[in-house]
């Protein structure tokens, strides 16, 4: 065995890697230009950063910025793994930007984050997608963004006291970022509406549509129908699951709707393309 990263690019937006290492591997410097998510491990090894040390495990996450001075260390008795999601900078700075805060400055001020379900629950949702084919760049936009207002919001950094009264006048998150966000939450519910959207993000249908649309290339709905047909795909390969379970899953009301969903977006049927496709 040697020392292997698994890393796998993910469009423009992150990396997700599946780090390997022989028992007593060489301690190991790395630097990555955006924000690192360390978790999920077996055996884990050390992450040596502000002269503590971090271990991941299976309830815990470490987050970080990846252009801080940091050390991996591998315990000397047994192989050890870990998961990693690194976020660009270039894709914090699409969340930031209105702000002026440049991500490359944010320090969060813990580094070992517990017990925070959500957040491991999405990072393992972004994990999912990584070896899953044909996967859209909305699926992880989405789940980018709902990540990052978490964390932003959530635990304190260098900037938080900016954030915090930037979201008392409500010019924070932007509405775009909130309605992804929102979007990512509700994605699945067969009930979510165009209504309860634009409740959520304090703005009329006509202009959230208008907005969202000039960000993104598309509707609010169709950016959600994108996710969906995603998650699809991936159940397709990953599961046994019958196709009217999965439509059921996604919050589709029936199995043809979710059929003619999927073709449009795919070019082919649910059971083509699970015929077809396996995992990477």
Partial sequence: MKYTTGQVLHFDLCAT????????????????????FTFSASNSPQLRLRSQSFSPTGSNVLLYNGLEPHEELFPEDKPSSCHALVIFSRFIESILSDYDINPKEVLFDRIQIEKDHYLISNLKRIMNFRNTPEVSKHAFDALLTETLLHVLTEYPHSHSRKLVELRREARFPTTVAKAKQVISRRAFDEDFSLDELASSVGMSKFHLIQTFKRATGLSPFQYRNKIRIDAAKHLLVTT?????????????????????????????????????????
Avoid: M
Wanted: proline share 7%.
């Fill in 240 to 280: 046994s699951c019958e196709v009217g379970k999965i439509a059921e899953v996604l919050g589709y009301r029936d199995i043809s709707t979710f059929n003619k969903s999927f073709k449009k977006a795919s070019g082919t049927s649910p059971l083509a393309f699970r015929s077809t496709q396996k995992p990477q």
């Fill in 17 to 36: 890697f599946q780090v390997a290492a022989p028992a007593g591997d060489s301690p190991r410097r790395s630097e990555h230009a955006g924000w690192e």
